[in-house]
């Protein structure tokens, strides 16, 4: 079991869960961060630390958002790790409730 970051990251991309991660799983894109799952420890520190519910354990992730398992593993490849707190998007608080928000991921 690995945790992942889902569609409530996009655009909002707090970091306060890079922070606490023991392992430097995280990778930052453009407007989201992924979860590396075969760095993941599954420690659970990053969980209770973001803001807006977006990390969860991939055995708790809803049906809607399955495809951020194979997205978040897909984009760990491609982004590089982030390990420090950076402020978050100006516009951040804007979006932390917007549902349907995949179209909006910047690659």
């Known amino acids: ?3 992942v970051v889902t569609e409530n990251c996009i655009k909002c991309k707090y970091t ?3 922070e606490v991660c023991p392992v430097d799983c995280f990778h930052e894109g453009p407007n ?5 799952p075969d760095e993941c420890i ?14 969860m354990s991939e055995d708790d ?6 495809g951020f398992i194979a997205l978040n593993a897909e984009l760990a490849k491609a982004w590089p790790v982030i390990s420090e707190m ?7 608080d804007e ?8 179209e909006r991921l910047e690659r």
């Open 95 to 102: 979006w932390k409730d917007v549902k349907g928000k995949l």
């Open 32 to 36: 989201m961060l992924v979860i590396d």
């Open 1 to 3: 079991m690995t945790f």
């Open 61 to 66: 992730v809803p049906e809607d958002q399955h």
């Open 42 to 55: 599954d420690c659970t520190l990053c969980e209770p630390e973001c803001p807006v519910e977006a990390i």
């Open 16 to 18: 306060d869960c890079v």
């Open 86 to 92: 950076k402020p978050p998007p100006a516009d951040a």
